[in-house]
């Protein structure tokens, strides 16, 4: 029987192995599965390690801050932190289509990714945190039909163009291991226990054109709703949680006076490995203390629903 402590330690040896004397470069996305790679490798062999985290500003509140201080200050890990947020808020004014958004964002995530590791003075490897599903479904996205629902920027595209060779500890795992080997590492629950979180970020949760702006105020709801639901103990039974921001105005009365306002969408959803999922059934009064206090203190925000569409037909996310 093979344990997470047993795992860890083969790959720790397995990694040394491979790198020897060579520098590695590791690019943190926020999310588990990067940071278990990351922490990982930084095990194996330390300040060989360099993460670069390309902070595109379309993260939730206060999460860049999180990444940064567990990195450097807690694990004492080499990090670039490339604040990046003009540069893509500049090239996502005027886009609205949600192809075009995904793959603006993807290819400038790449472009910075590439840049800032140049300034490193680059490095003989590439750590990625692919995970088994990841590598099985890059392989029937080539052999099954050509019609992509949604581009993803997970995998594909870096390691091709970067010409170094790919240390990915975690190829033989599912996301439910990656947690346990996580908390066999130390990581905070708060980090291991997270839902997943697109790469593309809050863009894709504004439906079209994204300002810092609306990115403000999306963060304040998302904010909000998430709190509520660890209150009230639900945030482990449920694979996703998160507010979506719709580019919609209704009318409504504060007070006196009469207001104009965006419609917020609020969406949980359970799932076992994101491909299907069922919506998440909040009681009444759940939902009427989300929507009153998202109301009540996100300006710009005038009226909250709740997503009731499953997967399929839906998709988990809007875009
Ligand atoms: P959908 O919306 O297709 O999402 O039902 C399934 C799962 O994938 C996540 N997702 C993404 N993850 N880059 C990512 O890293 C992306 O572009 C992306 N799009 C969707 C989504 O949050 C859900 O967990």
Same mark, same amino acid.
């Given at each position: 029987?093979w344990?997470?402590?047993e795992?860890r330690?083969?790959?720790?040896?397995?990694?040394?192995a491979?790198?020897?004397?060579g520098r590695?470069?590791?690019?943190l996305?926020g999310?588990?599965?990067?940071?278990?790679?990351a !922490?990982l490798i930084?095990?194996a062999?330390g300040?060989?390690?360099?993460c670069v985290?390309?902070?595109?500003?379309?993260?939730?509140?206060?999460?860049a801050e999180?990444?940064?201080?567990l990195?450097?200050?807690?694990?004492?890990?080499?990090?670039v932190? !490339?604040?990046a947020?003009?540069?893509?808020?500049?090239?996502l004014?005027?886009?609205?289509?949600?192809?075009?958004?995904?793959?603006?964002?993807g290819?400038?995530f790449i472009?910075v990714?590439?840049?800032?590791?140049?300034?490193?003075?680059?490095a003989?490897?590439?750590a990625?945190g692919?995970?088994?599903?990841?590598?099985?479904?890059s392989? *029937?996205?080539?052999g099954?039909?050509? /019609?992509?629902?949604?581009?993803?920027?997970?995998?594909?595209?870096?390691?091709?163009?970067?010409?170094m060779?790919?240390?990915?500890?975690?190829r033989?795992l599912?996301k439910?291991? /990656?947690?346990v080997l996580?908390?066999?590492?130390?990581? #905070?629950?708060?980090f291991?226990?997270?839902h $997943?979180f $697109?790469g593309?970020g809050?863009a894709?949760?504004? #439906?079209?054109?994204?300002?810092k702006?609306?990115?403000?105020?999306?963060?304040?709801?998302?904010?909000?709703?998430l709190?509520e639901?660890?209150?009230a103990?639900?945030?482990?039974?449920?694979w996703?949680?998160?507010?979506?921001?719709?580019?919609?105005r209704t009318v409504?009365?504060m007070?006196d006076?009469r207001?104009?306002?965006s /419609?917020?969408?609020?969406?949980?959803v359970? *799932?076992?490995?994101g491909?299907t999922a069922?919506i998440? #059934?909040?009681d009444?009064?759940?939902?009427s203390r989300?929507?009153?206090?998202i109301?009540?203190e996100?300006k710009g925000?005038?009226r909250v629903?709740?997503?009731?569409?499953?997967?399929p037909?839906?998709?988990i996310e809007w875009?």
């Open positions: 029987d344990t997470m402590a795992f330690a083969a790959k720790i040896a397995e990694i040394r491979q790198v020897g004397e590695v470069i590791c690019g996305s999310g588990v599965d990067s940071a278990v790679a !922490v930084h095990e062999i300040d060989q390690l360099t985290f390309v902070d595109h500003g379309l993260m939730r509140l206060g999460e999180q990444v940064v201080s990195f450097r200050e807690h694990y004492g890990i080499k990090l932190h !490339v604040n947020e003009d540069r893509f808020l500049g090239g004014a005027g886009l609205t289509d949600p192809e075009k958004k995904r793959k603006f964002i290819g400038e472009k990714f590439e840049e800032e590791a140049a300034k490193v003075g680059g003989d490897f590439l990625q692919t995970l088994y599903p990841d590598v099985i479904e392989v *029937s996205f080539t099954g039909p050509s /019609v992509t629902i949604k581009s993803h920027h997970n995998v594909g595209g870096l390691p091709e163009r970067m010409n060779k790919l240390v990915e500890p975690l033989e599912f439910d291991e /990656v947690r996580g908390k066999e590492l130390g990581l #905070p629950d708060i291991v226990g997270r $997943p $697109p593309p809050l894709i949760r504004i #439906p079209g054109e994204v300002t702006e609306r990115c403000d105020i999306l963060r304040k709801a998302d904010f909000i709703y709190e639901i660890r209150n103990g639900l945030y482990d039974a449920i996703q949680a998160f507010a979506v921001l719709l580019p919609v409504g009365v007070g006076l207001t104009y306002d /419609v917020c969408a609020v969406r949980a359970t *799932s076992t490995d491909m069922d998440y #059934p909040f009444a009064a759940f939902l989300v929507a009153t206090r109301i009540n996100v925000i005038n629903v709740y997503d009731y569409t499953s997967k037909p839906g998709t875009e």
